[in-house]
């Protein structure tokens, strides 16, 4: 048997080309999510339960990227992880969280706390709006009174279908925060907030749909409810759905990939992982989008270790690129990106996006509590296979806190982990992106396509892997 060689990101480098480049706001990381969505940064957030939810793909759809909410919730937690990243961004609320005045202030709290908002519109049984109430009106108020005895009732209205800069003007004039929308019958139309209109403008660098929310994809898994499910997050605006499974050159993935674009035809719909030209073909021509590349190569991933299998991450990109390139449909490198050099020589080995995980970990973004050992702030990064995410996947279906299985009925293939606490996803987005700039700028390329036409890698040996690193030096 012939072998043939497998190389990843610490195995080569990229030679350095003519540049005329002069500063790195004259790079352009645009870029292919899939088949008809298109990203202003190359990163995606990864579908795992310690990675995204609704604040981690908010904070990356802003800079410019995509969240995949992992599918780890009931389906209900996760189409309203979706909607709260629609709502989030968009200037104008569609269906605003509303709330009947014979409630108490103890039920209107709780509502807003779970929905993570700061006021709610105060409705009749016809839909017809009676009022509002935001924190204020709450504030010091017995949990018990009735909304209908704090809400402000003369509340300033505006028609749907009003201009944001009519609709700026009126919140500048009564000095308000929230603009209901009503029909001519009093009916709630939509919202506006004051919030959403500065956060429009905040970030000029977002990715949007066509209504200008933020864009934010949902992964399914390949049994069980994985239809139901697709319906749910695409009813409630997700962008594009991921087929997640850990071997997804397989019949498992693939037919699941038909039932999908067979129900939603319409449906932006991205399978993987696999790590292999065939396996990207196959998923290809089971009618995907985007393919996701990457079979054991995380920081949390020990599928190498258990099962023998996998391929290094950067021939996988390579080879899955090439029928990628064929079929007109990109490709997503999922697994061991630790630097902004990795990701450079992942779009530069034919990627268009690049999922990350541990690196966004321990942000205030991912889910999870920032926890502190010996003096030092950390936060879980766990694999999706790993032994406490299974438990953990197991007593949320059953409901239950024992657990009776055999712990060794259980084979694990990842890791559960800790990583520093490393504050706002922000500053690590900036980091990232920054990186892959002056990356593009080495290999003499404006743009990510530019720089795979470009890209020359050269292999190099354990001391110039070794040169590559701070050395001979104490690192302060
Ligand atoms: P990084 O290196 O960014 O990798 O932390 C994130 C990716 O790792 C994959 N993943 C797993 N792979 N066992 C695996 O073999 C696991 O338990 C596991 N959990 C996540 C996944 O592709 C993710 O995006």
Same mark, same amino acid.
């Given at each position: 048997?012939?072998?043939?060689?497998? %190389?990843? !990101?610490?195995?080569?480098?990229?030679?350095?080309?003519?540049?005329?480049?002069?500063? +790195?706001?004259?790079?352009?990381?645009?870029?292919?999510?899939?088949?008809?969505?298109? =990203?202003?940064?190359?990163?995606? *957030?990864?579908?795992?339960?310690?990675?995204?939810?609704?604040?981690?793909?908010?904070?990356?759809?802003?800079?410019?990227?995509?969240?995949?909410?992992?599918?780890?919730?009931?389906?209900?937690?996760?189409?309203?992880?979706?909607?709260?990243?629609?709502?989030?961004?968009?200037?104008?609320?569609?269906?605003?969280?509303?709330?009947?005045?014979?409630?108490?202030?103890?039920?209107?709290?709780?509502?807003?706390?779970?929905?993570?908002?700061?006021? $709610?519109?105060?409705?009749?049984?016809?839909?017809?709006?009676?009022?509002?109430?935001?924190?204020?009106? %709450?504030? !010091?108020? &017995?949990?018990?009174?009735?909304?209908?005895?704090?809400?402000?009732?003369?509340?300033?209205?505006?028609?749907?279908?009003?201009?944001?800069? @009519?609709?700026?003007?009126?919140?500048?004039?009564? +000095?308000?925060?929230?603009?209901?929308?009503?029909?001519?019958?009093?009916?709630?139309?939509?919202?506006?907030?004051?919030?959403?209109?500065?956060?429009?403008?905040?970030?000029?660098?977002?990715?949007?749909?066509?209504?200008?929310?933020?864009?934010?994809?949902?992964?399914?898994?390949?049994?069980?409810? !994985? =239809?139901?499910?697709?319906? *749910? $997050?695409?009813?409630?605006?997700?962008?594009?759905?991921?087929?997640?499974?850990?071997?997804?050159?397989?019949?498992?993935?693939?037919?699941?990939?038909?039932?999908?674009?067979?129900?939603?035809?319409?449906?932006?719909?991205?399978?993987? &992982?696999?790590?292999?030209?065939?396996?990207?073909?196959?998923?290809?021509?089971?009618?995907?989008?985007?393919?996701?590349?990457?079979?054991?190569?995380?920081?949390?991933?020990?599928?190498?270790?258990?099962?023998?299998?996998?391929?290094?991450?950067?021939?996988?990109?390579? /080879?899955?690129?090439?029928?990628?390139?064929?079929?007109?449909?990109?490709?997503?490198?999922?697994?061991?990106?630790?630097?902004?050099? @990795?990701?450079?020589?992942?779009?530069?080995?034919?990627?268009?996006?690049?999922?990350?995980?541990?690196?966004?970990?321990?942000? /205030?973004?991912?889910?999870?509590?920032?926890?502190?050992?010996?003096?030092?702030?950390?936060?879980?990064?766990?694999?999706?296979?790993? %032994?406490?995410?299974?438990?953990?996947?197991?007593?949320?279906?059953?409901?239950?806190? *024992?657990?009776?299985?055999?712990?060794?009925?259980?084979?694990?293939?990842?890791?559960?982990?800790?990583?520093?606490?490393?504050?706002?996803?922000?500053?690590?987005?900036? #980091? %990232?992106?920054?990186?892959?700039?002056?990356? =593009?700028?080495?290999?003499?390329?404006?743009?990510?396509?530019?720089? #795979?036409? &470009?890209?020359? !890698?050269?292999?190099?040996?354990?001391?110039?892997?070794?040169?590559?690193?701070?050395?001979?030096?104490?690192?302060?």
């Amino acid at each position: 048997m012939e072998f043939k060689e497998g %190389l990843t !990101f610490d195995d080569v480098l990229l030679v350095p080309k003519y540049s005329d480049i002069t500063s +790195r706001t004259q790079t352009n990381l645009t870029t292919q999510l899939s088949r008809n969505i298109s =990203l202003n940064i190359p990163f995606v *957030s990864a579908n795992m339960d310690t990675v995204t939810e609704s604040s981690m793909a908010v904070a990356i759809a802003r800079a410019g990227g995509i969240g995949i909410i992992h599918r780890f919730l009931t389906i209900e937690e996760q189409a309203d992880e979706v909607l709260k990243v629609k709502r989030s961004g968009s200037v104008i609320i569609e269906n605003p969280y509303s709330i009947t005045g014979d409630k108490t202030i103890e039920d209107a709290l709780d509502y807003a706390e779970n929905q993570d908002i700061s006021g $709610l519109l105060v409705v009749d049984d016809n839909s017809k709006l009676i009022g509002i109430v935001t924190e204020r009106d %709450l504030l !010091f108020a &017995n949990s018990k009174n009735l909304i209908q005895d704090v809400m402000t009732k003369d509340v300033i209205t505006a028609k749907a279908g009003v201009s944001i800069d @009519d609709a700026k003007e009126l919140l500048h004039k009564h +000095r308000i925060e929230k603009l209901p929308l009503i029909d001519d019958s009093g009916l709630v139309k939509g919202l506006i907030t004051s919030k959403d209109i500065t956060n429009n403008a905040d970030y000029p660098n977002a990715s949007k749909d066509s209504k200008g929310r933020p864009l934010v994809g949902a992964a399914v898994g390949v049994k069980g409810d !994985f =239809l139901e499910r697709s319906e *749910s $997050l695409l009813e409630a605006g997700a962008d594009t759905l991921v087929v997640d499974i850990a071997h997804g050159h397989s019949e498992n993935a693939i037919s699941t990939v038909k039932h999908i674009k067979k129900a939603f035809p319409d449906c932006e719909l991205i399978a993987g &992982n696999i790590a292999t030209a065939q396996g990207a073909e196959d998923l290809m021509k089971a009618g995907v989008d985007a393919v996701k590349v990457g079979v054991g190569s995380g920081s949390i991933c020990i599928t190498r270790v258990i099962t023998g299998s996998g391929v290094p991450q950067l021939t996988a990109v390579m /080879d899955c690129a090439k029928i990628g390139r064929d079929y007109g449909i990109p490709i997503i490198s999922d697994g061991g990106t630790r630097t902004s050099g @990795d990701a450079t020589k992942a779009l530069a080995a034919g990627a268009s996006t690049v999922m990350v995980g541990s690196m966004l970990g321990g942000t /205030d973004e991912s889910p999870g509590t920032v926890l502190t050992k010996n003096g030092k702030r950390f936060k879980v990064y766990r694999g999706m296979a790993s %032994l406490a995410a299974s438990i953990g996947r197991k007593s949320k279906e059953t409901g239950s806190t *024992s657990f009776d299985d055999d712990l060794n009925d259980y084979v694990a293939e990842g890791v559960e982990a800790m990583v520093p606490y490393k504050g706002t996803v922000v500053d690590i987005l900036k #980091q %990232l992106t920054g990186g892959v700039r002056s990356g =593009l700028s080495y290999c003499g390329a404006h743009t990510i396509p530019q720089m #795979q036409t &470009n890209a020359e !890698f050269i292999k190099m040996s354990r001391a110039g892997f070794a040169e590559s690193q701070p050395h001979d030096v104490s690192l302060m």
